[in-house]
């Protein structure tokens, strides 16, 4: 009995300390995951894009599919939010249709964007990052490369060679590979406008992250 007082004594002593501290561990806050303290990440991948290219609606001017590149870089200045900066580039080829201009049926066009704007994480997890990003800037089309000397796009309802205005709104979806490394899906509503009327174009692209820095504390 001598002995046990002793050990009740302890235990009576012990009991609220052991509780405050599982307590304090419960709502401790976590701590960020590595994947999302750096500062910057770099993106590059392959990119598609749909293009209307006509003036004017009922013009009979097909869209075309365009393949080609993107490459952004992010600036994060909180693990939730940064700044973004994306180049664009889209290659393929016009459909002309029959005229009497000698223009080939299927001269080569491309298309180059430069945008700038805020890009968020609405979720993170160990594994999957979802966002989005609105991104504004300019568009540049060439379209008469395959064109007659003297002849112009227009001539046959295709926009002129022109520096335009150029934007994205879209989704990202990354999978986290390591902290350095992640896959990125992208899915932008992309409209340009050449002409006097807004393109309703749409681009997606597939490519890996490299993460580097770090976000100050």
């Given at each position: 009995m001598s002995r046990l007082v002793p050990l009740l004594?302890?235990?009576?002593?012990?009991?609220?300390?052991?509780?405050?501290h599982a307590q304090v561990t419960a709502t401790a806050p976590e701590a960020e995951a590595p994947q999302y303290t750096q500062r910057w990440d770099f993106?590059?991948?392959?990119?598609?894009?749909?293009?209307?290219p006509g003036t004017g609606k009922g013009n009979g001017i097909k869209a075309v599919?365009?393949?080609?590149?993107?490459?952004?870089?992010?600036?994060?200045?909180?693990?939730?939010?940064g700044i973004e900066a994306s180049a664009r580039g889209g290659y393929g080829?016009?459909?002309?249709?029959?005229?009497?201009?000698?223009?080939?049926?299927n001269p080569p066009m491309s298309e180059h964007l430069f945008l700038f704007g805020p890009s968020v994480r609405m979720h993170r997890s160990p594994r999957i990052t979802l966002g989005m990003h609105a991104l504004i800037g300019a568009a540049y089309g060439s379209f008469s490369s395959g064109f007659p000397a003297g002849i112009q796009p227009q001539t046959v309802n295709i926009?002129?060679?022109?520096?335009?205005?150029?934007?994205a709104v879209g989704g990202i979806a990354d999978y986290v590979v390591t902290p350095r490394l992640s896959v990125?899906?992208?899915?932008d509503w992309q409209p340009t406008h050449y002409g006097f009327s807004f393109q309703n174009e749409f681009a997606?692209?597939?490519?890996?992250?490299?993460?580097i820095g770090s976000l100050s504390k």
């Open positions: 004594a302890l235990g009576i002593v012990f009991a609220p300390l052991t509780r405050l993106f590059a991948g392959a990119q598609y894009m749909h293009f209307n599919n365009l393949l080609g590149w993107q490459g952004s870089a992010t600036i994060w200045l909180r693990p939730a939010w080829n016009l459909i002309v249709p029959a005229n009497p201009y000698n223009i080939p049926a926009y002129n060679d022109k520096l335009a205005f150029g934007m990125r899906f992208v899915s997606g692209s597939v490519g890996l992250v490299y993460k």
